[in-house]
């Protein structure tokens, strides 16, 4: 069970790495990716972000309207636009 906390927490702060450094929207332009790469692309990321941020939001312990006005804030950051 801490191993899977711990893993979780890893990926959360890897990815929240990889978002500060470029969003999913600047990686993809940059990649030059169009169609259903870009697509794809998107989709996997969107859910890595969400998935990350939920992440975050259980260690920070919030609940609620708190947990899913950060959750949604997280994942805008992160995908970008």
Excluded: P, R, W, Y
Excluded at 33 to 61: I, P, R, V, Y
Aim: aromatic share 2%.
């Amino acid at each position: 069970m801490h191993k899977l906390i711990l893993a979780a927490v890893l990926a959360a702060s890897a990815l929240a790495a990889q978002a500060a450094d470029m969003s999913c929207a600047a990686t993809s332009a940059e990649k030059k990716l169009a169609g259903a790469a870009k697509t794809s692309f998107m989709k996997k990321c969107e859910k890595d972000a969400t998935a990350a941020c939920e992440a975050a939001a259980a260690e920070k312990k919030l609940a609620g309207a708190a947990k899913n006005s950060f959750t949604k804030k997280c994942v805008k950051d992160a995908v970008g636009s």
